[in-house]
């Protein structure tokens, strides 16, 4: 037979796939002939078993249940047979069964006490063919302490009472009985369901279970007396007292069928019942009660005791006749349903039915298709499915067929404001709105009003209406509201656009703050600079302020600048600054250099920030062939060395979305006399363009290099990195990216030298300036320019130190270089140099040698430093908590990287 099978499968954490259940059903049946001999049925990690079959096994010497009951099924807990079965005689031998599912048309075989262990949560059994002299293993006297449902119906294999307490069924929650003898001891607070038929129940007060949410009870030896709080209540054939409020809860249902009780059926309105249903029970009173109108109602064979009748029963008389008592009296001659509909126009949501409320609105018995009842003559809905296949339209609905309860629709878009402009008439006393946004012309022409006056429509348009409110003007904002049959929209309007200030700043960069009449809530501000037209990050905006980023590398000079909101555009200007002079005493560089562009451009044969030291040329650069990490060595044999080791893409939160670790190079190199040049490359993903591009080059001669705006003059023996990112495929043109280096510093026991450092920092961005790091008489130096290139653009970078540990005599520390996105090519350009102090006095030996260990490597531009601990708590105590969440992610995976090469 080839049946019709679901497997589930799924992971494990070890990536390999398992099947986690089987599902088998009747299908097209196929003789495949005999299998060979089976021994046995193995799924691993399968956890449940289930068969839905009516076709008749082909060899009955195999019983399916006796194949899985093996030890290597050691997940397999759950069943669900829905077919003709024998059980085998002792089962389970191997398995732990949590829950069996038992609903054959027949049963050839006793049910074993074996598979009745304390293990069981839920055994639930109903056939429809049985012999009564087969029998169930369940001893109801024995304890279950996990027993959660028990279900046994259509099923009197043998006879045996149910003795339920709290003790032996701590966590029973549904019990369900056909044809038993139940005795309820220490009631059990678990039990939330019980359904009971045709059994003995020595018990009539159902309030000793505190959690009692549904009972079903019918064709019982017992009289129902009390209940309380039920959310749920069918009683049939069976003695009863009538229902009381204190039985249930709001929005209750409850049915009586051919039950004897006597007594006066009240309002139980105060509760809102969902349903009441009597039918066919005996000496019943009662009274129709406008309650009754919200209610799935039917009291058939009560008598009525009021003659008073609610216009909702004789609205659909003919309808409800059938459900309402015996002697409920007709209709009067001249009646008149006073059906009411709240509304006939609606606005259109996607995937959302339309909702119609109102009075005697009906039972939901006769009326149009797509209704569907929710709240009786109070509330229904039409299904959107129905809806003609667009947005705006209308039909017609009826409550009633029969007596002709007809209304006609119709529905559209609601229209969206998004900006609205008054301008004052100079010659005259009018004011003319402009109303901007997606506005619906399928219920054109609307009322518009402006401060309470009517604005006259000149012109309209999908997207744009023009009017005029005569003889009113205002120098304020106008409140304009806009009134449709499908929706009524008010919005404040936004005067023309005046600025008052513009707040200058230097070329590194930062936040401008523009002052004027923007609005309340602006439209889509936006300030862009006209020399590139690069669009600036608006942070923060209200009435009157805008906060702008501004990025860094304009010249400095006076820039154009344009500003929109609300529709509005304006052009003014502002001031690109020459950062402060930062070229030491008297802006003289130590009178080794010239200042230029407030910082220190050092003559030949020196650097420093501000041209303090000597370059050292007597260093070896051991290049590498595999990464893009050379090392240093001095002559005095202490040694430096640098390496990148991811590129992360960040979101706004910094958090990692997806990175490469760059850990497999393509290298290459060319060198003449005095230039050598690496080239490493890195293609990680085959199907985009995104390559990763490291250059290392040194020189024996010094260099003029034009980069991000600034001249820079690279001294001879300074070693120069360049990074290019091509083609990154960004998430969002808002997210950054982040290209982490590796470092370590390597130096020798020497009691005659300590290590001494100097950081600048800038005072508004606080990026770092430069770093040099000392140890006796030799300086690592890097300086930090603010800039990188972003497609051609100067942008502001983003330079900290993420991690730092030291072991034995060497410093490892990972840096982060972030910079926003760009769509082709972003570009970071440090430079490294090795330097000499002249004031370097010998005479410090003896002194008590410090127990911190630098780190060394310098970078500058965007900021590869390789920086002390006094750097790496400043840094630290800057960052947000999201940001250094991150950062230990990114340390546990750059620890596993470590560990790998």
Not at 608 to 624: A, M, R
Request: a negative charge.
């Amino acid at each position: 037979m080839d049946n019709e099978a679901n497997f589930i499968c799924l992971t494990n954490d070890k990536g390999v796939d398992y099947i986690e259940s089987i599902k088998l059903y009747d299908g097209k049946i196929v003789d495949y002939g005999e299998p060979g001999y089976v021994e046995k049925l193995t799924f691993h990690n399968m956890s449940s078993f289930d068969i839905y079959s009516s076709v008749n096994q082909k060899n009955n010497s195999y019983n399916v249940l006796e194949l899985l009951d093996n030890p290597d099924n050691v997940a397999l807990s759950s069943f669900i047979v829905e077919t003709d079965f024998q059980f085998p005689v002792a089962f389970p031998n191997y398995l732990t069964v949590k829950s069996f599912i038992f609903k054959g048309a027949s049963l050839s075989s006793n049910i074993p006490t074996s598979l009745f262990t304390p293990s069981i949560e839920v055994f639930m059994f109903e056939v429809a063919n049985y012999n009564k002299s087969l029998t169930i293993g369940f001893n109801s006297q024995n304890s279950y302490p996990n027993l959660k449902n028990i279900s046994i119906r259509n099923a009197n294999l043998s006879s045996f009472d149910f003795m339920i307490d709290s003790t032996h069924y701590p966590k029973l929650t549904q019990f369900t009985v056909y044809q038993y003898t139940v005795e309820f001891k220490q009631y059990p607070t678990s039990l939330v369901e019980m359904y009971l038929q045709f059994s003995d129940i020595q018990l009539s007060d159902f309030t000793v279970f505190p959690n009692l949410y549904t009972l079903d009870i019918s064709y019982c030896n017992c009289t129902l007396e009390k209940v309380n709080n039920l959310k749920s209540l069918r009683i049939a054939s069976m003695n009863a007292n009538i229902p009381e409020k204190t039985w249930f809860q709001n929005g209750f249902d409850l049915t009586i069928i051919n039950s004897t009780m006597s007594g006066f059926f009240g309002d139980f309105g105060i509760l809102n019942p969902s349903k009441i249903h009597i039918a066919a029970s005996l000496n019943i009173s009662t009274n129709l009660y406008q309650s009754n109108c919200y209610t799935d109602y039917t009291a058939y064979n009560t008598v009525l005791v009021s003659p008073d009748v609610p216009d909702c029963f004789y609205c659909y008389y003919t309808e409800m006749i059938p459900r309402l008592p015996v002697n409920t009296p007709q209709p009067p001659p001249n009646f008149k349903c006073p059906i009411k509909l709240d509304k006939v126009n609606f606005e259109f949501q996607t995937g959302k039915p339309l909702i119609f409320t109102g009075e005697n609105l009906g039972f939901g018995i006769d009326t149009t298709l797509p209704l569907i009842l929710i709240v009786p003559n109070k509330k229904f809905a039409y299904q959107y499915s129905y809806y003609p296949a667009k947005n705006n339209g209308n039909t017609n609905i009826s409550f009633s067929n029969a007596y002709n309860y007809d209304y006609h629709i119709q529905w559209g878009l609601p229209s969206e404001i998004l900006y609205t402009q008054s301008f004052p008439i100079a010659k005259s006393n009018d004011t003319r709105l402009v109303i901007v946004g997606n506005l619906n012309p399928y219920y054109f022409p609307w009322n518009i009003y402006g401060d309470g006056k009517p604005c006259i429509i000149n012109g309209n348009f999908t997207y744009q209406v023009d009017c005029t409110i005569k003889g009113y003007q205002s120098q304020t904002p106008i409140t304009v509201e806009i009134m449709s049959a499908i929706s009524n929209t008010s919005t404040i309007s936004a005067v023309p656009l005046v600025i008052t200030s513009v707040s200058n700043i230097t070329n590194n960069g930062g936040n401008i703050t523009i002052q004027g009449n923007f609005g309340v809530n602006p439209y889509l501000p936006s300030v862009r600079v006209a020399l590139d037209s690069y669009l600036g990050y608006i942070y923060f905006s209200n009435e009157t302020t805008l906060l702008v980023k501004i990025r860094a590398g304009y010249p400095i000079s006076k820039q154009n600048i344009s500003i929109t909101s609300n529709g509005y555009f304006i052009a003014t200007e502002f001031y690109i600054l020459a950062p402060p002079d930062d070229c030491g005493p008297n802006s003289a560089c130590n009178n080794n250099g010239i200042c230029v562009q407030a910082r220190c451009q050092c003559f030949k044969g020196y650097n420093g920030f501000y041209c303090e030291s000597k370059i050292d040329d007597g260093v070896i650069i051991l290049p590498n062939d595999q990464t893009p990490s050379p090392t240093v060595v001095t002559q005095d044999g202490l040694q430096f060395k640098f390496n990148i080791v991811a590129v992360q893409e960040l979101d706004e939160t910094g958090t990692v979305l997806k990175e490469v670790l760059t850990n497999k190079w393509n290298y290459s190199t060319t060198s003449n006399e005095t230039y050598t040049t690496h080239n490493y490359t890195i293609k990680p993903y085959a199907s985009f363009q995104t390559i990763i591009q490291a250059v290392i080059d040194y020189s024996s001669m010094e260099r003029t290099i034009q980069f991000a705006g600034l001249t820079t003059v690279y001294q001879a023996h300074s070693l120069k990195l360049l990074i290019n990112i091509k083609y990154w495929q960004f998430d969002s043109p808002l997210n950054s990216i982040r290209v982490v280096m590796e470092s370590d510093f390597q130096v020798g026991e020497d009691d005659c030298k300590e290590l001494s450092q100097e950081i600048g920092t800038d005072s508004i961005t606080n990026n770092l300036k430069f770093i040099k790091l000392s140890f006796g008489g030799t300086s690592y130096y890097g300086r930090f320019l603010p800039f990188a290139m972003s497609d051609r653009r100067f942008v502001a970078v983003d330079n900290r130190l993420i991690n730092m540990t030291t072991i034995n005599n060497t410093t490892e520390s990972y840096i982060g270089m972030t910079l926003p996105a760009c769509s082709q090519l972003c570009t970071i350009d440090p430079d490294f140099s090795l330097l000499l102090d002249n004031d370097y006095d010998e005479g410090t030996c003896g002194k008590e040698k410090s127990k911190a260990w630098m780190i060394a490597t310098i970078v500058s531009v965007v900021g590869v430093a390789f920086i002390g601990a006094a750097i790496a708590t400043v840094i630290y105590l800057k960052k947000r908590a999201k940001v250094k969440n991150e950062d230990s992610k990114l340390e546990q995976k750059l620890n596993k990287l470590k560990n790998n090469t």
